[in-house]
T-cell receptor, first 117, second 110 residues
Framework: GAVVSQHPSRVICKSGTSVKIECRSL??????MFWYRQFPKQSLMLMAT?????????EQGVEKDKFLINHASLTLSTLTVTSAHPEDSSFYIC?????????????FGPGTRLTVL | LAKTTQPISMDSYEGQEVNITCSHN???????ITWYQQFPSQGPRFIIQ???TKVTNEVASLFIPADRKSSTLSLPRVSLSDTAVYYC???????????FGAGTRLFVKA
């Protein structure tokens, strides 16, 4: 299967600062990337869908000005949590899909644990 | 997007076969059924995918009846390391958004 990485794996920041999380497809070109958030003991919640070169599509209830998503290349998408607050502390997971390889599945990154103090 | 319903939790013992059934009554014609496994603080890991009948790989089997309104993930001879949350997803998961259900928390006991 294809490999998706995330960086950093965990980050601790102060309230009010911004944090950037990177998601990379290492061995395939990801035409579509997805960002999820997962709180303890809960399922993954889709935040947004991003296609390379176009604006991300956000799910209802997700603030696009707070969670900035950039998908500037076929191997990299970034999620920036702006003016982070303690309630933004969560496990953020990205996934990528590359149709050119004929995959009908998403490949998930290992996740990023964000803790906002 | 088709909604899925799975048991919230299941318990098993090492060496047993575990079958987790997922209901997806509103599955569309072009939808696939995909199962993922997730360990704590890790991203979901692909287990198996199917469209109809039976699919088998090195870790699991997936049984899909003719009406495709349900599917069953079969894990042969589970071990303690199979303790995880298992998600059933329905859709054309390639480039289209996927909505995760609650998943099934499998606990394997010694």
């Amino acid at each position: 299967g294809a490999v998706v990485s995330q960086h950093p794996s965990r980050v601790i920041c102060k309230s009010g600062t911004s944090v950037k999380i990177e998601c990379r497809s290492l061995d395939f070109q990801a035409t579509t990337m997805f960002w999820y958030r997962q709180f303890p003991k809960q399922s993954l919640m889709l935040m947004a869908t991003s296609n390379e070169g176009s604006k991300a599509t956000y799910e209802q209830g997700v603030e696009k000005d707070k969670f900035l998503i950039n998908h500037a290349s076929l191997t990299l998408s970034t999620l920036t949590v702006t003016s982070a607050h303690p309630e933004d502390s969560s496990f953020y997971i990205c996934s990528a899909s590359g149709n050119e390889r004929g995959y009908n599945e998403q490949f998930f990154g290992p996740g990023t644990r964000l803790t906002v103090l | 997007l088709a909604k899925t319903t799975q048991p919230i939790s299941m318990d098993s013992y090492e060496g047993q076969e575990v079958n987790i059934t997922c209901s997806h009554n509103n599955i569309a014609t072009n939808d696939y059924i995909t199962w993922y496994q997730q360990f704590p603080s890790q991203g979901p890991r692909f287990i198996i995918q199917g469209y109809k009948t039976k699919v088998t790989n090195e870790v699991a089997s997936l049984f899909i009846p003719a009406d495709r309104k349900s599917s069953t993930l079969s894990l042969p001879r589970v071990s303690l390391s199979d303790t995880a949350v298992y998600y059933c997803l329905v859709g054309n998961t390639g480039g289209f958004k996927t909505i995760f259900g609650a998943g099934t928390r499998l606990f394997v006991k010694a």
